[in-house]
């Protein structure tokens, strides 16, 4: 079945509310346009506080200048490498303490194929981030006790 025929007989922003992914939507300039449950959930912030708001909202700012060149290098060219590519960042809860994400994008078009967004669809990957630094942390303890002489 097409997807065409498909989005005749679902109800997408129904599919949005029940990941447990968060999907965030955001226009050329990068304002926010969607934001799921499972966004507030990871990130903290309401649907009413995100909505309007830029991408800065959840960007750490000493990414910011990196994540807005990357943006803008997509919109303009209408290619990224992130849609089968897992990118991992830093980002920001609303309490202000750090979060590690991971999300893949996608690129929305109009119905003239004109670039309207882009989607992201993120999980909260800051478990796993920690428990690979701590393992990090001990696999170049143990090299340390084996290079030490004895």
Same mark, same amino acid.
């Given at each position: 079945m097409s997807v065409d025929a498909l989005s005749r007989d679902i109800d997408f922003a129904a599919i949005v509310a029940a990941s447990g992914d968060a999907v965030v939507v955001s226009d050329p300039d990068g304002t926010?346009?969607?934001?799921?449950? $499972?966004a507030e959930r990871i990130f903290g912030f309401s649907?009413?506080?995100?909505?309007?708001?830029?991408l800065d909202l959840?960007?750490? /700012?000493?990414?910011?200048?990196?994540?807005?060149?990357?943006? $803008?290098e997509t919109m303009r060219t209408g290619v990224t490498r992130y849609g089968a590519e897992v990118l991992r960042v830093p980002a920001?809860?609303? /309490?202000?303490?750090?979060l590690s994400i991971a999300f893949t994008v996608g690129l929305v078009r109009d119905g003239a194929g004109a670039i309207s967004g882009i989607v992201a669809v993120i999980r909260d990957d800051t478990a796993r981030w920690d428990e690979d630094r701590r393992l990090r942390r001990r696999l170049a303890e143990l090299e340390a006790e084996v290079a030490a002489p004895a």
């Open positions: 926010i346009t969607v934001w799921s449950p $499972a649907e009413a506080e995100a909505l309007g708001q830029t959840i960007t750490p /700012e000493r990414h910011r200048r990196r994540h807005w060149q990357g943006y $803008a920001l809860h609303k /309490e202000g303490r750090p």
